[in-house]
């Protein structure tokens, strides 16, 4: 189709896998409130206005680091994964599949919600502490977003050396052909990268799934860009590597998977297809339905926000 019109604002593209070449798209992560009373900042690289998702890849947050007390009592949410990935700070978390565990540095806290869970977030004691974590969202395909919930933590987690003396550790999915124990449900890679000053390292990637990098500490080039910190730069698809040099030693996260099946609609804490399943779900949280149950050791619950006047639409990506 010929356009005529010449806008800054490209054309929504009809699915993932018409966006179709490498990029070099650089993002900056958002200031967002998070949790209820007592909320605290996070930093929001993903979704982005113009990119809803890297593969299946939906949702990036960055709390930290900062000194600080983390309560996020009882919230639901259907349709994906949270993959919970602390750098520095101990967190408890407790759901209504009645887990209750700590969570610290290289472990992984994998929640799949499927048709519905609630869990809390506490950091540890009383006053505030050193906190600093990453938490993504997972869509779920159709084939799991209507099943049962289920909850997982992963203590030994694989990992890939490098030449120069970077590693790699495979938090969810398969990277460089090793694969993370951790339930996926879609083709993924969720992999810490920890390069030392000075390295530089052609990381494999697989031409038929979309990538991105976060940056989360010191300075990189990825792909001739420099990522700062909490920055995105999204890559595109058919690219077989990447080029990763470090300026200072540095740690990035590097998340990528196939192009995801469907355009979701994601409102709150609900990743969905349509408007109708977000009201239900979140219908039946406020009405305390058996579909979510309670979190054992709360008197306190999230109350669903109100639900815009609008329909939800489906997210399309536009680069
Ligand atoms: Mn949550």
Redesign the pocket.
Known sequence: MTRLDVTAEPAAVESAAECDGPRTVLMEARQVPLGGLRAMDVRRSLPQRDLPLIGAWCFLDRFGPQETVMR?DP?P?IGLQ?VTWPFVGEVRHRDTLDNDVLISRGQLNLMTAGNGIA?S?YSTGDGPIPLDAL?LWVALPESRRHGVPAFEQHTALPTVDFAGGGTATVVLGEFAGVASPASAYTPIVGAELNLPAGEAVLLPLRPEWEHGVVGVFGDVTVAGTRVAPDQLLYLGIHRDGVLVEAETDATIFLLGGEPFEDDIVMWW?FVGRTHEEVVEAREAWEARDARFGDVPGHDTRIPAPEMPHVRLARRRRRI
Do not use: A, I, M
């Open positions: 996020v919230h949410h949270t869990h977030e938490q804490n």
